[in-house]
């Protein structure tokens, strides 16, 4: 009877043990280097709050909460508008928009605070935001969010 109690006790043990010893997905990422947006003027940030995606006037989007960052798989909320000139009589698209950002790769930016050091950025990033009409568009906007700046994109 005490060796069944001893060895379920074991058991026991070893199992909370394993549990507590998983890395989760968002420990694991914390381990590697961290990934970065690198935006048109090639300044290098993390989980951003505020993105353009033209270098004169025209898309941007603000307010955005970054869900996962650094994993594999990132996607950021936030409200998508405009500073360009709207055609006359047709709204201007903005409201609600998210960015989905998948595969960090490594990278070596041509230009900007990041330059020639070897850093990772997303590999493929997708915008879905509003068209200004009631339905939403979406983009591809990989080479806005960094992949562009990498010597080995060229």
Not at 8 to 27: E, H, M, N, R, Y
Request: hydrophobic fraction near 35%; include cysteine.
């Amino acid at each position: 009877m005490k060796s069944r109690l001893l060895l379920a006790l074991v058991g026991i043990v070893t199992v909370i043990a394993a549990a507590g010893l998983a890395p989760s997905a968002d420990a694991t990422a914390a381990h590697r280097k961290p990934v970065y947006w690198i935006d048109l003027a090639g300044t290098a940030s993390q989980h951003p709050d505020y993105v353009y995606f033209t270098a004169s006037s025209g898309g941007y989007m603000e307010d955005i909460t970054w869900h996962h960052w650094g994993a594999r798989k990132t996607v950021g909320k936030g409200t998508f508008g405009t500073t360009a000139p709207c055609n006359p009589g047709q709204p201007c698209p903005s409201g609600p928009a998210t960015i989905t950002m998948r595969k960090p790769v490594r990278c070596t930016p041509k230009f900007g605070t990041k330059e020639g050091r070897t850093v990772r950025v997303y590999r493929h990033v997708r915008l879905d935001y509003p068209d200004g009409e009631g339905g939403t568009a979406h983009a591809d906007i990989t080479d806005r969010a960094g992949w562009a700046s990498c010597q080995e994109a060229g």
